[in-house]
Nanobody, 120 residues
Framework: VQLQASGGGLVQPGGSLRLSCAAS????????MGWYRQAPGKEREYVGH???????NYSDSVKGRFTISRDNAKNTVYLQMSSLRPEDTAIYYC???????????????WGQGTQVTVSS
């Protein structure tokens, strides 16, 4: 299983950006898809996740500004970020909880990370 994240870049404060993360390989089912981020000198921080039933949860720091969605046909999770702030600057990592085959255990897989920089 591989995860390919894309969409990072440089954006001005108050701007928007959308990240994508596509899973490929041996996939029987996907339950949870989500995002973490890590700012320079800080620990990795939970951003939010979405379940197979489209339940979403967000950290307080991004609630109301970020939206997570998924396209099950494409095995892809999205992170729509709005009203971006300089403190949102970080490397963003996607993760996906996958059952590779029928009757197998679920495993968490991580993307390679994509840089988001919010600066004027």
């Amino acid at each position: 299983v591989q995860l390919q994240a894309s969409g990072g870049g440089l954006v001005q404060p108050g701007g928007s950006l959308r990240l994508s993360c596509a899973a490929s390989g041996s996939i029987f089912s996907i339950s949870v898809m989500g995002w973490y981020r890590q700012a320079p000198g800080k620990e990795r921080e939970y951003v939010g996740h979405i379940t197979s039933g489209d339940y979403t949860n967000y950290s307080d720091s991004v609630k109301g500004r970020f939206t997570i969605s998924r396209d099950n046909a494409k095995n892809t999770v999205y992170l729509q970020m709005s009203s971006l702030r300089p403190e949102d600057t970080a490397i963003y990592y996607c993760y996906v909880r996958i059952r590779p085959g029928y009757g197998t255990m679920e495993n968490d897989y991580w993307g390679q990370g994509t840089q988001v920089t919010v600066s004027s």
